[in-house]
């Protein structure tokens, strides 16, 4: 797979900006003081499922609606973002949504699909396993089987690196987190699309480093487990055109410590008064522990999620984390 041609991003956008507003950029001065640059928040924690992924699932089901107008319902298996944006945008257009979740899934984010109409399933003990079952039972029940990664999920996220890169054409690097590659697909998408020399950097954890392997390695490496804090990044198996797209469009990709996750959920809520999850604060965790390296540019970081539970929210901020501020 290459990249998303831009026309195809911009089709995305229409549908899109139909539905929600473009989410701002905004400078925050202590947020920048921290970090010893010029620092760009795109808060996709502002958009009607506070992340990112609404965008991949709105284009996606407009796209599946005009190709089969008589779709029974769909299915997929997520952690939590992509459920909701699936959820949301079948319940837009009529349609039935199954959604598998591991057990022990984020409660808050179980409770935020079942509002969006879906009709949620609990199976196994990680994403991986879900999504397994998910596959068995739409292939058995005839429903429509979402991928995480897709064409039509990058350009509509895409629409978020657009967005951004018409606003800041001048973003020496932007910093975004990797779940199965959608983010960072869709920024490489709309960098090479706009034809900016903007350098994008994937962050990982290195309880799930699969797709840092894989850029290492040159081809797609899977892991036994991936058992983070950071559960929007918890990838075991990555898919082979996403790591097709990185490996060639991405400048690096930065491994993250548990407590580093915590420090940027952190330093956003201490320095901009908004709440990040996890994976969401990826991207400032990345540009913080490379901030020697960034000092003085002017950088864009994803805040790709807020939907933090009350206990993953309590136990950041509870966390010491000066070594890594």
């Given at each position: 797979m290459t990249t998303i041609p831009l026309r195809d991003i911009e089709a995305a956008a229409?549908?899109?900006?139909?539905?929600?507003?473009?989410?701002?950029?905004?400078?925050?001065?202590?947020?920048?003081?921290?970090?010893?640059?010029?620092?760009?928040?795109?808060?996709?924690?502002?958009?009607?499922?506070?992340?990112?992924?609404?965008?991949?699932?709105?284009?996606?089901?407009?796209?599946?609606?005009?190709?089969?107008?008589?779709?029974?319902?769909?299915?997929?298996?997520?952690?939590?973002?992509?459920?909701?944006?699936?959820?949301?945008?079948?319940?837009?257009?009529?349609?039935?949504?199954?959604?598998?979740v591991p057990h022990g899934n984020n409660p808050e984010k179980n409770t935020a699909m079942k509002a969006f109409g879906a009709e949620l399933k609990e199976f196994g003990n990680d994403f991986q396993e879900s999504r397994e079952e998910a596959g068995r039972v739409g292939t058995a029940e005839g429903l429509h089987m979402i991928p995480p990664f897709h064409?039509?999920?990058?350009?509509?996220?895409?629409?978020?690196?657009?967005?951004?890169?018409?606003?800041?054409?001048?973003?020496?690097?932007?910093?975004?987190?990797?779940?199965?590659?959608?983010?960072?697909?869709g920024l490489i998408s709309a960098r090479d699309?706009?034809?900016?020399?903007?350098?994008?950097?994937?962050?990982?954890?290195?309880?799930?480093?699969?797709?840092?392997?894989?850029?290492?390695?040159?081809?797609?490496?899977?892991?036994?487990?991936?058992?983070?804090?950071?559960?929007?990044?918890?990838?075991?198996?990555?898919?082979?055109?996403?790591?097709?797209?990185?490996?060639?469009?991405?400048?690096?990709?930065?491994?993250?410590?548990?407590d580093e996750f915590r420090a940027a959920m952190q330093a956003y809520f201490f320095d901009t008064h908004n709440i990040a999850e996890g994976a969401g604060a990826g991207g400032l965790a990345g540009l913080l522990q490379e901030k020697d390296k960034m000092a003085g540019k002017k950088v864009g970081v994803i805040l790709s999620g807020g939907n933090a539970d009350r206990a993953q929210f309590q136990q950041a901020l509870c966390t010491d984390c000066s070594r890594w501020t």
């Open positions: 229409a549908i899109v900006h139909a539905h929600m507003r473009p989410t701002p950029e905004i400078h925050w001065p202590l947020l920048s003081a921290r970090a010893g640059c010029e620092v760009i928040v795109k808060h996709e924690n502002h958009t009607p499922i506070g992340a990112f992924k609404i965008r991949g699932g709105l284009n996606y089901m407009h796209r599946l609606a005009e190709a089969e107008p008589d779709c029974p319902g769909v299915i997929t298996a997520t952690r939590g973002n992509h459920g909701q944006s699936v959820a949301r945008a079948a319940s837009a257009l009529g349609m039935r949504s199954v959604i598998y064409p039509d999920l990058v350009a509509g996220v895409g629409t978020y690196a657009w967005e951004l890169m018409m606003a800041h054409p001048d973003l020496d690097t932007i910093y975004v987190p990797i779940g199965m590659g959608s983010g960072i697909c699309g706009l034809g900016l020399a903007t350098k994008i950097v994937g962050v990982v954890a290195d309880k799930a480093p699969a797709y840092a392997l894989s850029f290492e390695a040159g081809k797609p490496v899977e892991t036994n487990d991936a058992n983070t804090f950071a559960d929007g990044v918890a990838c075991r198996a990555p898919d082979p055109s996403a790591v097709a797209i990185i490996n060639a469009g991405a400048d690096r990709i930065v491994r993250l410590a548990e």
